[in-house]
Structure formats: C-alpha cells, structure tokens
C-alpha cells in the first residue's frame, strides 16, 4: 500500500514473466510500470517511496545471485540501480518518513545486518550500518 493510501503496488505473471503493477484504488486503473527489469523470480516486495511517487525493488544483476537496490520512478523514466558493494545482498525493508533513506536488510560486512541507505548521498557513503 502507498504511503498516501492510493495504490497498491504487487508483482504479477500475466507477460509470462514478474513484472511490477500499480492498481489505483479510487480509479481502479492498472498500470504496468517495468518491461523485463525484475529477477525471474522476485524474493521480496517493493517498497514505497515516502512520497508514493516510487518504488523500489532488489534483483540480481547479471544472474550472479546477489541482489542489488533499485528505484523506478512511476511518473516514467528508467530503473535505476543504487550503489551495490560487490558479493553483497541487498533488500529493501520500508522508506523513512523524511523521503531520504531506505532501510534495507545487506550481507555488507559479510553478514546480514540492517542498514540506512542515504538516498541523497553516493557510493559508500550512503550506507551506514
């Protein structure tokens, strides 16, 4: 559910592969928001932006099992990939309120622990365990 209470966001088979869907509530308009961008098989939810404006989501890059954070602004643009620490596993957990960090659970470190992600901040300097 969107922070505003709006949408729903949930992934569905329907292309024959998972893909990322918005349903508004109040309208009831469907929207499919990527085109092959998600794992196979997607091991966790996406996660609202504070502001309901985005989602954000974990997959692996290349097949190579270690999932990396992704953002996908749903007024259109691109899905873009957040710093990942190679080896690492990164999966979002929930937004802050304030719109600037993720909490997201990372094998960073070598175990799972979680994590703040600084939205605002780049590479290493936005984490901090």
């Not at 998972?18 to 508004?24: A, K």
């Not at 929207?31 to 974990?58: I, K, Y």
């Not at 097949?63 to 620490?85: C, I, M, N």
Request: charged share 20%; no cysteine.
């Amino acid at each position: 559910m969107s922070p505003d209470g709006e949408q729903v966001a949930f992934y569905a088979d329907w292309t024959g592969r998972f893909e990322l869907y918005t349903l508004h509530l109040g309208t009831r308009e469907q929207r499919q928001h990527t085109n092959g961008e998600l794992p196979r098989t997607p091991r966790t939810v996406p996660v609202w932006g504070a502001d309901s404006a985005r989602l954000f989501f974990a997959r692996d890059e290349g097949g190579d099992e270690r999932t990396a954070l992704f953002e996908l602004p749903l007024a259109g643009g691109a899905v873009r990939p957040l710093f990942h620490a190679p080896g690492s596993m990164d999966y979002p957990v929930q937004a802050h309120p304030n719109g600037a960090h993720l909490l997201v659970n990372s094998t960073r470190g070598g175990q799972l622990n979680v994590w703040r992600y600084d939205l605002r901040a780049e590479g290493e300097a936005a984490w901090t365990p």
